[in-house]
Each structure stands twice: as C-alpha cells, then as structure tokens.
C-alpha cells in the first residue's frame, strides 16, 4: 500500500469544507519535517519536550569558538533526525556559517547557518538532499 503524504502545515479549511488535501511526495513531505524540526525549540512541543534542534538554544549567543558551535549544532540535528524521522537512512548533516553584513538601518554583521542534510529514503532508497538557511541573533530562515 502506497503511503499517503500531507504538506505542512495542514489546510484545515480544506477539511472543514469536504475538499481534498493537498498531498505530497515522499521527499517533500521528509523536507517538511526537517524545516518543522530545525524551526522547533527543545520543550516547545507539549508532548515531546525532546523534540527540536539546539539552533535555538543559541540563538542570541557570542559565538567564540565556531567549531564547537557547529558541531553542537550538528549533532543535535542528527540525533533529532535519527530519533524522529525514521523514512531517511545514512543520515548526514553539514553546518556551514556564513557571515554577512545587514545594511538595514546599521551596519552589522549577522551569521547565517546553512543546514544540509542528505540521506536515503528508507521506503524507495532515492538520494536525499535538503537544505535551509537561517539568520541567527535573532534567529529568521528564507
């Protein structure tokens, strides 16, 4: 039986009025699940205080050692991954840290994370890749 994917988040109204729900591939729908688990804080979710990614737990931190940081950061991804998202196999996830200048008003610089994350789709064993971008202090994805 084939599996049936929904995009998230959920179109409620859809629902209410007897429509279908948009469904999605089994990629996106994986895809989906990263972005919710990196924009998600430790204890967030009521029911799974365990569930999110350290990304938050340092947002607005002086970062003086960016080594440590990013494997902090990597590490907790692929634990997260690994506990939660059972459809990806031979998980790897790669921080890179950028720096950029914002010229909004003042002059600053800001770091932007960029998160990949490749793997295998257990259920067809297809190449998996995602990635994502955030500003950190504070803390914005595009």
């Given at each position: 039986?084939?599996?049936?994917?929904?995009?998230?988040?959920?179109?409620?109204?859809?629902i209410m009025t007897?429509?279908?729900?948009?469904?999605?591939?089994?990629?996106?729908?994986?895809?989906?699940?990263?972005?919710?688990?990196?924009?998600?804080?430790?204890?967030?979710?009521?029911?799974?205080?365990?569930?999110?990614?350290?990304?938050w737990d340092h947002?607005?931190?002086?970062?003086?050692?960016m080594q440590g940081?990013?494997?902090?950061?990597?590490?907790?991804?692929?634990?997260?991954?690994?506990?939660?998202?059972?459809?990806?196999?031979?998980?790897?996830?790669?921080?890179?840290?950028?720096?950029?200048?914002?010229?909004?008003?003042?002059?600053?610089?800001?770091?932007?994370?960029?998160?990949?994350?490749?793997?295998?789709?257990?259920?067809?064993?297809?190449?998996?890749?995602?990635?994502?971008?955030?500003?950190?202090?504070?803390?914005?994805?595009?």
């Amino acid at each position: 039986m084939k599996s049936v994917y929904y995009n998230i988040p959920l179109d409620l109204n859809s629902i209410m009025t007897l429509h279908d729900v948009k469904q999605v591939s089994l990629a996106d729908s994986v895809a989906n699940f990263m972005h919710l688990m990196t924009i998600t804080k430790f204890e967030e979710c009521k029911h799974d205080p365990n569930f999110g990614c350290a990304i938050w737990d340092h947002d607005f931190e002086v970062i003086t050692n960016m080594q440590g940081f990013k494997e902090r950061i990597r590490l907790s991804m692929e634990e997260t991954i690994k506990t939660y998202e059972k459809r990806l196999s031979n998980v790897i996830v790669e921080i890179n840290i950028q720096q950029f200048q914002s010229v909004i008003k003042k002059r600053r610089v800001k770091n932007r994370i960029n998160v990949t994350v490749t793997g295998s789709l257990v259920e067809t064993n297809e190449f998996f890749r995602w990635e994502e971008k955030f500003f950190i202090g504070p803390l914005s994805y595009y």
